[in-house]
């Protein structure tokens, strides 16, 4: 077992004179024998590919020279191969009423076909980017131009559930597992009608094949970068998406991991997949292993072809690449201008079809792999390289393509089984969301026991400062301070730390969401539902304690109205932090959540009473939600009929409770009406957070 072993990946009939088949020469662990196939997991020092004992028809294209086998996920459904074909393609971006618009893609054109690995690249602000996102369907705004789809207009509801989109930062939840990630991904994705063990096959066949089997049960926090970006690409191959792009995917890895992940990039790609990615300035050991490239400079192709044909191409137009440079390098030199402007003359010479364009080759047929042919051994194969089937063995084919049926002009193929709406009904989605918003929430200390212990803790603080005065008819003055604080402090606690951590969530959101996995109501009711249980319970300690601690009236009814009071507007104040997380970013929000609760709180009818305000601002307290939780406590304290107070003093003004409420202004308030408009507050404002989220998903494209 100590000798190597070599493996090669076989390239399709129409990559025949353009590219060479890729070698790689690895040495694998103790104790493999014969029939183990590779599998892209991490290896060891080396950073090759691990070797793993896998069925015969695991992933097609991956061959090992030993067993002539190809390895397939299995289990996954079937999808046809995708073509994406577009034609004077061009984005532009305002810049102001004056200035007009920025023209990012000037009229580009190009043909990414399946079974390739292909790499869009090009400097810093060429584009890059923005072509992706227009193929992927999240730019629509201000593009013009042509996108195909196998040869037909591209439809792009259609298109979004065929493809996905892994962006650069890998946008996972931190406290869920990779095995309860891979559920929920494929619980949300496949739908009702594959049954639970079913699901179970596929995600443990995922998790063998990318390597991450061994760290199911760890959490996605304590990952490396290689293993999240392979749990990023797990979480969308549970619907076998046909189109899958990347941003940047090897941005942050080291080199071996780099090499591991183009690894299985190349093999999803020989699975049948259209696999394209944006990358910056790959080493000349990855640059090799694109099949095709896709070069931009200035929103205009320079470059369109194979990897082999670059150098020769830049050659024919005097720019010779030393044989010491990687040409990666020299093109991204080339692109900048470091030897001349020379950006027009690579423009028109893509236009002329001057580079080594895989369009000018015989286009593959689909169902190119079911024409069987003899191989130099005498073995049948097919002409893509797999083995032809034994008896009674089934047919192979690309990703799961049924030549018999012709998929590719159904548009049941292209709706891959679901006509309309997501693969599970919104109340199923509401469930699974519901299920793991609590299981984070719970798993997550900083949120959870941080604030439990927080309100516990001030809780016993302001019930020590005001400790005994709630019948005193002398303190009345202090009593309702500390009722203005313990509404105050609930209205910051429950708004702030929302405001730092729904981007997060936000994030995760946005990647799910536009790669079709559920609907916005679904995760809005499921995050409005799970906010509510441990805002409540917070709430709930904290008036606990200080209630009792500072010798408020023992009326159980009392309690529950004052209880009641302080839980709805820290609901409020949530909700207000949740539309304040939605529309801005962590550093706008911190500044403008508590500048935005100042009028708020001036408002709130404690500083100034509402008689004591001009007439052109005493409409102002009716928007403040703090007055109505701070009202409403008070009349639940010192209203409906309380009795005379005692007195510890000669003289107490305010022994009657209705004297001090009408002093505060107070006397004719009605608790319910207080309720209700904290009722309709959150209702309120919950609603315009949730068309907030719609603008934002509208303003990404």
């Known amino acids: 077992m100590d000798e190597l ?25 103790e104790g493999l024998n014969n029939g183990h196939m590779f599998s892209s997991a991490p290896s060891i020092a080396n950073g090759g590919l691990l070797v793993k004992k896998v069925p015969n ?7 090992d020279t030993n067993n002539k086998r190809p390895m397939v996920l299995s289990h996954l459904p079937s999808r046809p191969p995708v073509d994406i074909q ?52 999240y730019k629509t705004s201000h593009l013009t131009g042509s996108v195909r789809i196998n ?42 009608d594959t049954s639970r063990a079913e699901k179970k096959v596929v995600v443990e066949e995922i998790l063998e094949m990318l390597g991450l089997a061994e760290c199911s049960n760890t959490r996605t926090s304590n990952l490396s970068g290689g293993q999240r970006k392979r749990l990023s690409i797990a979480l969308e191959l ?9 941003d940047e995917p090897t941005s942050g890895l080291d080199s071996a991991s780099c090499f591991q992940c183009l690894s299985l990039l190349k093999s999803l790609a020989r699975g049948g997949r259209t696999i394209i990615c944006t990358i910056h300035q790959p080493s000349a050991r990855l640059f090799e292993m694109f099949d095709h490239l896709y070069i931009l400079a200035e929103g205009q192709c320079i470059y369109q072809g194979s990897v082999q044909g670059l150098v020769p191409f830049l050659s024919s137009l005097g720019f010779v690449c030393p044989g010491y440079h990687n040409p990666a390098d020299y093109v991204m030199e080339v692109a900048c201008g470091e030897h001349g402007e020379c950006v027009y003359k690579l423009v028109m010479a893509v236009k002329n079809i001057k580079c080594n364009n895989l369009d000018l080759l015989p286009a593959a047929s689909p169902c190119a792999g079911t024409e069987v042919v003899k191989s130099t051994s005498g073995e049948k194969v097919h002409a893509n390289g797999i083995p032809a089937p034994g008896p009674g063995e089934p047919v192979p084919t690309t990703g799961g393509v049924n030549c018999t049926t012709s998929l590719l002009d159904s548009d049941e193929s292209l709706m891959l089984g679901h006509s309309t709406g997501f693969p599970t009904s919104g109340l199923l989605q509401f469930y699974i969301l519901l299920k793991r918003t609590f299981l984070s ?25 005001y400790f005994g005065i709630g019948n005193d008819a002398s303190k009345v003055i202090s009593n309702s301070g500390c009722i203005f604080a313990s509404v105050l402090f609930l209205t910051f606690n429950a708004m702030m730390p929302t405001i730092l951590t729904f981007p997060v969530e936000m994030g995760v959101f946005m990647k799910e969401h536009l790669n079709y996995w559920y609907s916005l109501k679904s995760f809005y009711f499921a995050k409005t539902m799970a906010d509510l249980p441990l805002q409540s319970l917070c709430s709930i300690v904290y008036v606990t304690v200080v209630y009792f601690m500072t010798s408020q009236p023992h009326d159980p009814l009392r309690f529950i109205m004052v209880l009641n009071m302080c839980v709805l507007t820290s609901l409020v104040a949530q909700s207000l932090g949740l539309l304040v997380g939605a529309g801005m970013s962590i550093e706008n929000g911190i500044f403008f959540g508590p500048a935005s609760s100042v009028p708020i709180i001036l408002f709130s009818g404690f500083f100034v009473n509402f008689n004591a305000l001009p007439t052109y601002m005493q409409w102002l307290p009716y928007i403040s939600y703090v007055r109505y939780g701070f009202e409403g406590t008070m009349v639940a304290i010192y209203g409906h009929g309380r009795e005379k107070l005692k007195c510890s003093e000669a003289y107490c003004h305010f022994k009657n409770p209705k004297k001090f409420l009408e002093e505060m202004d107070m006397g004719k308030a009605e608790y319910w009406i207080d309720a209700v408009a904290l009722v309709g507050f959150f209702v309120g404002i919950r609603f315009i957070t949730y068309w907030v989220f719609r603008m934002r998903l509208h303003a990404k494209r």
């Open 86 to 137: 577009f034609t004077d393609l061009t984005y532009s971006v305002s810049e102001g009423r004056k200035r007009g618009f920025n023209t990012i893609l000037k009229g580009v054109n190009g043909k990414f076909r399946s079974g390739e690995l292909t790499a869009i690249m090009g400097p810093s602000g060429a584009g890059k980017s923005t072509l992706m996102n227009s193929l992927a369907g």
């Open 5 to 29: 072993r070599s493996v090669h990946v076989q390239m399709p009939p129409r990559y025949e004179g353009s590219l060479p088949c890729v070698h790689y020469t690895l040495s694998p662990p």
């Open 151 to 192: 040869g037909k207009e591209r439809q792009l509801r259609r298109f979004r559930k065929m493809s996905c989109y892994i962006m650069q930062d890998d946008q996972l939840l931190p406290h869920l597992t990779v095995l309860e990630a891979m559920n929920i991904s494929a619980n949300l994705k496949l739908g009702k």
């Open 441 to 465: 929430t719970l798993r997550d200390k900083t949120l959870t026991l941080m604030r439990l212990l927080s309100h516990a803790g001030l809780g016993i603080l302001i019930g020590m400062i």
């Open 238 to 246: 549970v619907n076998n998406p046909p189109v899958m792009f990347f």
């Open 57 to 63: 028809n695991s992933l097609p294209g991956v061959v």
